[in-house]
């Protein structure tokens, strides 16, 4: 049984403190504990599920499921008419992969190691679907500050920008998935020797789980994550201001990290065994997925879900975030190469946001 399972006696302990009418601040911290167990096992029943599905249907499956966790929260967030918290909660998903998860690999992967190397191309693909999914989100806020109007504050919920911009969001938003669904024809067919260099390796393994049982665990741990998410989200805002937090900061770096814990913790394990196109991959890629698959899914669905659409203007921080983030991610996988000291570095730069976020 993998350690993180063990966390799972946090999922009914959260639905004993809802049913009990707990401080909301226990409720919240214990329900985004469970979703960590409940995310990981997502992720293995997926992977099972891979292993005997042939690598087409097995990476669809993969990139499908990847970022489930986050996406669930995010919806029920939308529900609620978080629309703030849901932005900040894209934005820390994209700069957690690019700094976070790629720094670790980096650094434990490369610290008794000279140096790791990983396939140039692939990390440039990646990197450079984010580049496009960075555009995308900047040019709405560009447009709403060229025509006078203000960004969010960090202390909004939501932000009613009407017409024009709601229009160029759901126009960018399908621009981005069509980007997307091209990235995984390259991926997964013409080019998909670059993302899987150990498919042959792979392909030798048997699955461990029977397709019914992966099937059946896949889907209770999404009822897992949907329950978890339900109780997180419903006491998000009263647990931000009991702990003396925004539910900016709480959606850019506690629900980022939650919703992503299980994958961050695979890029680290994949990279202690060298295998550093996986980990970038895991990385760059989970980023660039949420910029071009889960922020247009959610922008569409919020025409449908919430008191109004949720506009792609995203606050100053958020904004800045992102630009570092996405060109940091871009120099230090340009050379096909990293080492322990890269991986500190980028490090040091997420903990730097967290503080002026924390602050902010």
Known sequence: MRPV???????????????ANAPDTAIF?????????????MGRATEELAAQSGPGIGGLLNVTFGNAPELI????????????????????????????????AMFFGGWKRDK??????????????????????????????????????????????GGKVETI???????????????????LRTHRELFNPYLEEDEKEEAAWSVRRSVLLLAAAGIGVAVMSELLVGSIEHAAKSVGLSQFFIGVVIVAIVGNAAEHWVAVVVA?????????????????????????ILVLVSFVLGPHPMALVFNGYELAAMLLAVII??????EGESNWFEGLQLLGVYVVLGVVFAFA
């Open 29 to 41: 911290f214990t329900a985004a504990i469970g979703v960590i167990p409940t995310a990981a096992l």
């Open 5 to 19: 399972y063990i966390l799972g006696v946090f999922i009914p302990g959260a639905i004993a403190l809802d049913l």
């Open 116 to 161: 790791q190397t990983f396939n140039r191309t692939m990390a440039h693909s990646q990197a450079a679907m984010l580049l496009l999914a960075l555009v995308a989100v900047i040019m709405p806020a560009l447009f709403e500050l060229i025509r006078g109007h203000g960004l969010p504050a960090v202390g909004d919920t939501r932000v009613n920008y």
């Open 169 to 187: 969001s759901a126009i960018v938003s399908g621009i981005l998935l069509l980007s997307y669904a091209a990235g995984l024809f390259f991926s």
């Open 73 to 104: 929260i995010a919806l029920f967030a939308l529900g609620k008419g978080l629309q703030e918290v849901v932005k900040a909660s894209i934005v820390g998903s994209i700069i957690s992969n690019c700094l976070l998860v790629l720094g670790a």
């Open 272 to 296: 202690l065994k060298d295998k550093m196109d996986l980990a970038v991959n895991i990385a760059v890629g989970s980023s660039a997925q949420v910029a071009l698959f889960v922020a247009p």
């Open 329 to 334: 991610a871009n120099f230090t996988t340009q």
